[in-house]
């Protein structure tokens, strides 16, 4: 077992009378993608904040771990480790895109020298070759996130964070993020990612975390927080009443609906079982007009984790046909 990237007890931050962060474990692999998800106000930046020493954790804090270096006993070390790509960018407007980044060469005191090559290198990873010259003000959405990713990566950090890196970039800017990212990890960084979007910690994140009121509600792989709710089955729909009547026996314990002629299966969506309700069917000789699987998905986990007025059982399933 490896050191872990990260590693946080008891995480507690607050302001005034208003409890942000109440006590959140969190353990981040070296070399892998974790999302922190949330929705606004819960208190994803403020956590960024403290674990990349921006500010400091409140107190009753238990140990955080950044880098393998105690954050309370040498920020300096941990802060070596790490880049931060903030949730509103880091850019200057005012000056073109490879000024930010020879900017950036500087305050990692690396010689001009280097600092030439770092940038030439990183504007042509991420596609900024001819945008360089340009004030980075007259740059798109997923320019400027682009390069203020590759600022991020003048310092060679094992660690970063990216706070919301795709909030507010279209479809297309936020693919060509998410497969940047993927890229990072494929180099051995370890990635800290705040979202507020299910879909992009299921595309990327080895390990999901779900804040809401101050406390990590669900955490695991998405595949485990979508079997944390029920609700997988298969709906199978007769036009024949009799198909219909004999599916029904051959299947045994299903939920009938006689009037639209429909069975649902509980099913955790996986082909085995799947391949199970077909053969019976095929046994019997049956088939079913309609088939459509129901897999519950980050949406639904989210709702009935975050679900506060209303409860989990009432959020309304989706049927994906297939
Ligand atoms: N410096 C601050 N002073 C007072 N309240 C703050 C400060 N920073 C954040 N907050 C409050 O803490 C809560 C969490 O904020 P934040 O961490 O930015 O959430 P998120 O990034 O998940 O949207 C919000 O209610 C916000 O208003
Ligand atoms: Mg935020």
Redesign the pocket.
Known sequence: MTTPAITANGLRKS??D?V?LDGIDLTVREGTVFALL??????????VKILSTLISAGPGSGEIRVGGHDLAADPQAARAAIGVTG?FSAVDGLITGEENMLLMADLHHLSKGEGRRVTAELLERFDLVEAAKKPASTYSGGMKRRLDIAMTLVGDPRIIFL??PTTGLDPRSRHNMWQIIRELVTGGVTVFL?TQYLEEADELADRIAV?NNGRIAAEGTAEELKRLIPGGHVRLRFSDPHAYRTAASALGDVAQDDEALALQIPNDGSQRELRSILDRLDAAGIEADELTVHTPDLDDVFFALTATTVPAQTTQPKENAR
């Open positions: 302001y005034g208003k942000v949330g929705p606004n106000g819960a208190g994803k930046t403020t956590a949730q706070d919301e705040t804040l």
